[in-house]
C-alpha cells in the first residue's frame, strides 16, 4: 500500500533531485575536503558552493553558515555558545512551546544554575509579547524562540521579536527547523543573531542540519576538534547529505510558490471538509499567522493514538499530540501551554503536507476519517452526541 | 510505534460487546478525560449467578480498547467469584502481552471490574482508599502498593508503567520509591510527614506570613526588599527592591533564600520567579 504520507513536520520525502545530486559523492567524489590533493579538495568546493545555496534560501553569507549533524545540534550549539561567550549571564529566555530540543536543554540548563524564563502562549497559541519584554534583564545571556510550531503550525512575530532583543543588545537564537523552505525567510531583514535548520525537514536527508551564524557574534564551538567549518564545528563533514542540503535548498527555493498556493489550498480544504463533516472538531492554533501546510486538529471526545492506528489501516500517517503515542502520560505541552481543555488536547491530530501531496489524498481523507471518529466516539463513555455535552 | 501483537489489533480494530446494559447487575466507571483513558464496564448475571452478559465503553488508546475487549470475553460464562480472581497481568496474557508503558490500561480493567462486582454486591462505593499519592493522576499509596506488590515492581518507571502515578510533574517519585521499599521490605515504613493541605487562600496567606516575618527582615538588613506581586498555582511572582534589584547576586538570593524558605515554610512545590520592569 503506498502511504498517504500527511506527516511531513515529522521528515519528508528525499527529493529525487536530492538523492541524484548526492550518489557521487559515496562512491565516485568520497575525498576528505580537508586533504591537500586535488581529488579531495575539489570535494570540498563543491561543500562551498552548497553553503552559499543554503545561504541564499536565508539570505544569508556563505561564511555565516555551519553544517551541523541535525537540528538538535544547532539548537544545542546555539545556546552553549551564547552561554560560554557570556559567562557573565545566568538568564535564559524561551517560549512554553518550544521543541524538546530547546526545552530540555532549557530545563536542563536550569537545574545547573541557568535561570530560565518560559514566556506563556494565549489559546491561540501566541506568544505573550508583553511577558516576553517584561522579563529581559540585563542578566539575559540569550532569547530562543521557534519560529514557526511544530504540532500547530503557528508562526511568532520573528521580526518584532528580533527588533525588542536587538534594541537590548540580546542575543536572539530562533530554531527555525520548521519554518525554513515552507516560508520565506531573510535574517538580513532583522538582527536574528542564530538560526537552526534541519535538512529531512526539506527534502534533504536525516544527519544533516545547520546553524546560521550571524557575522559578529561571539561563538564557540559545541563539537570541539578539527578545524572543520573554519574551527566552528570539528568532525570530517557529512560531504553527501551536505550537497543533498545545498541542493535541496534550491528545490525548496523553486517550489516556495507552490508551497504557499497550492500546498496550502490541499491542506486549507482538508482542514475545512473535516471540521464540517465531523461534529466536535476544533482547529489549534493561530489559523491568521500559521505555515501553509500544517493543521492540527482536536476531535473531542476521543482519543489520538486509536484515530492514528485506524487511519493507519488505510495507509494515512499523521501524528498526534496525545499522550499514548508518545510513551509519556500527558497530553503536548504546546496544547496544554495553549489551555487546550484535555476533551480536546487528547484527540489532537496533526496533518502536514508537503508539495508532494494531491488532491485525491485529501479527499480519500476525508472520505475515511469521519467513519473512524463516529466509530471510536460509539466506544466513548463521555460521548453524548453532536451536542457537545459530556458527562 | 508501538509493538502491539495481533490479538491487540484485532481486539483493537474488532471489538467485542461494545456497548452499554441497560438494567445491569453491575457497573463499574475508572478513569477520567483529564487522565487519557476510561472505562465503563456493564455485567449482567443469569440464573445460575453466572455473567451472562458483559459490555464496555471505553474512551482511550488502542490497548485500553483492546483491554477492555479482552475482559468482557474473559468474563462472559465466569461466577462473580471466579471473575474476582482476574487479575491485571491475566487481562494482558490474554492479550499475548502488552507494551511495558501500556500496562496500566490493563490494571484500568482490573480496576473497572472490581467496581463492577462492588457495585452489585450493594456494599456502598468505596471512598478513595488511602492517600493521594500522584496528584496528577489521582493515585492513591494504596493502589500504587498493590501494583508493586502483586506485580512485582522494582522501580518507580515500572510503577508509573502500571498504574500512571509519577508519570506527570514527578513531585510525588520520593513518596513512590518509599512506597517500593517498603514492599521490598527495604526499609522500615517510614512515618509519613504528612505535608498538610492547603487551600489557595491559606497558600497565599503563609506565602505573605513568611515574606514578612522571615524574608523581608533579612534581606532589609542589606539594604534590600522584596514585594509579592501574585502567586498563580505554584508559582510565587516577586519584585526585588532596593540593593536587590541591583546586586548582581540577585538571582542567587532568590532561588538559595528565598525559594528554599518559602518552600520549608509554606510547600516544598513552590517556584520563585522574578518579575522585572
Known sequence: MNPLYFDNNATTRVAPEVVEAMLPYFTEYYGNPSSMHTFGGTVGRQINEARAKLADLLGASPEEIVFTSCGTESDSTAIMAALRSNPDKKHIITSRVEHPAIKNLCEYLAKTGYRVTFVPVDAKGRLDMDYLTHNLTDDTAIASFMWANNETGVIFPVDEIAGILSERDIIFHTDAVQAVGKVPIDVKKNRIDMLSLSGHKLHAPKGIGALYVRKGTKFSPFLIGGHQEKGRRGGTENVASIIGLGRASDFVAAHMTEENTRVKSLRDKLETRLVQKIPNALVNGDTDNRLPNTSSIAFEFVEGESILLMMNEFGICASSGSACTSGSLEPSHVLRAMGVPFTAAHGTIRFSLSIYNTEPEIDLIVEKLPPIIERLRAMSPFWKGSCGCAT | ?277
Open chain 2, 1 to 277: 510505534m508501538w509493538e502491539y501483537t495481533d490479538k491487540v489489533k484485532d481486539h483493537f480494530l474488532n471489538p467485542r460487546n461494545v456497548g452499554e446494559i441497560e438494567n445491569a447487575d453491575g457497573v463499574g466507571e475508572v478513569g477520567s478525560l483529564a487522565c487519557g483513558d476510561a472505562l465503563t464496564l456493564y455485567f449482567k448475571l443469569d440464573d445460575q449467578q453466572r455473567i451472562k452478559e458483559a459490555k464496555f465503553k471505553t474512551f482511550g488508546c488502542a490497548s485500553a480498547i483492546a483491554s477492555s475487549s479482552a475482559l468482557t470475553e474473559m468474563l462472559i460464562g465466569k461466577t462473580l467469584e471466579e471473575a474476582e480472581t482476574i487479575t491485571n497481568e491475566n487481562i494482558a496474557d490474554y492479550l499475548g502481552g502488552l507494551p511495558r508503558e501500556k500496562m496500566h490500561c490493563s490494571v484500568m480493567g482490573r480496576d473497572a471490574l472490581e467496581k463492577a462486582i462492588t457495585c452489585y454486591r450493594g456494599s456502598a462505593e468505596k471512598k478513595i482508599e488511602g492517600e493521594i499519592v500522584c496528584e496528577c493522576f489521582g493515585v492513591t499509596d494504596i493502589q500504587i502498593e498493590r501494583a508493586v506488590r502483586e506485580n512485582h515492581l522494582t522501580t518507580i518507571e515500572q510503577v508509573t508503567d502500571y498504574v500512571k502515578a509519577g508519570g506527570g510533574c514527578g513531585n510525588c517519585h520520593e513518596k513512590i520509591q518509599e512506597i517500593i521499599n517498603t514492599v521490598l521490605g527495604k526499609e522500615e515504613a517510614p512515618a509519613r510527614k504528612k505535608s498538610p493541605v492547603l487551600t489557595n487562600l491559606q497558600k497565599i496567606k503563609l506565602i505573605e506570613q513568611t515574606l514578612e516575618r522571615e524574608i523581608k527582615p533579612a534581606l532589609n538588613k542589606d539594604g534590600g526588599d522584596i514585594e509579592l506581586i501574585d502567586v498563580s498555582g505554584n508559582v510565587v511572582q516577586v519584585r526585588l527592591r532596593g540593593t536587590c534589584a541591583t546586586c548582581k547576586k540577585s538571582q542567587i538570593t532568590l532561588k538559595n533564600y528565598v525559594e528554599a524558605k518559602l518552600r520549608e515554610l509554606v510547600t516544598p512545590e513552590l517556584m520563585v520567579e522574578e518579575v522585572t520592569l
